[in-house]
């Protein structure tokens, strides 16, 4: 990695096969150890079940109310200033429980790898 400032302008934000929007901040090879992402949830919309096969996961909560759901831990309500660790491999959803939008940063080490996405909609629910 370099020392340089990474501007945040003329990046978009799409919205992810899971069911919220994604601003990607910083994922690139000059940086292979940690990727940033922004997430969007709307009210009410519950992402669907996945996982990072490789990468380690934190969520920083921004704004807005949420529940997030890791398998094998039990459901737990978040709000502004928490912080969500999700090993590699575990099953997980955020679910926007406030009136207004979510917004939380993704910090996934090592970087996030679109190829290391698992949608296990399918497996976790039928």
């Given at each position: 990695?370099?020392?340089?400032?990474?501007?945040?302008?003329?990046?978009?934000?799409?919205?992810?096969?899971?069911?919220?929007?994604?601003?990607?901040?910083?994922?690139?090879?000059?940086?292979?150890?940690?990727?940033?992402?922004?997430?969007?949830?709307?009210?009410?919309?519950?992402?669907?079940?996945?996982?990072?096969?490789?990468?380690?996961?934190?969520?920083?909560i921004v704004s807005g109310k949420g529940?997030?759901?890791?398998?094998?831990?039990?459901?737990?309500?978040?709000?502004?200033?928490?912080?969500?660790?999700?090993?590699?491999?575990?099953?997980?959803?955020?679910?926007?429980?406030?009136?207004?939008?979510?917004?939380?940063?993704?910090?996934?080490?090592?970087?996030?790898?679109?190829?290391?996405?698992?949608?296990?909609?399918?497996?976790?629910?039928?």
């Open positions: 990695m370099r020392a340089e400032i990474r501007r945040g302008q003329g990046f978009a934000e799409v919205k992810s096969n899971e069911g919220c929007y994604i601003l990607e901040v910083s994922n690139d090879p000059g940086d292979e150890e940690v990727s940033i992402a922004r997430a969007r949830v709307e009210p009410g919309v519950t992402t669907r079940w996945h996982r990072l096969r490789q990468a380690a996961e934190r969520y920083v529940l997030v759901e890791i398998r094998g831990v039990a459901p737990a309500g978040v709000e502004s200033g928490d912080v969500v660790r999700i090993p590699p491999g575990a099953a997980q959803r955020i679910t926007n429980t406030g009136e207004g939008d979510l917004l939380f940063y993704c910090v996934c080490s090592p970087r996030f790898r679109a190829e290391d996405y698992e949608d296990l909609e399918v497996s976790c629910n039928g």
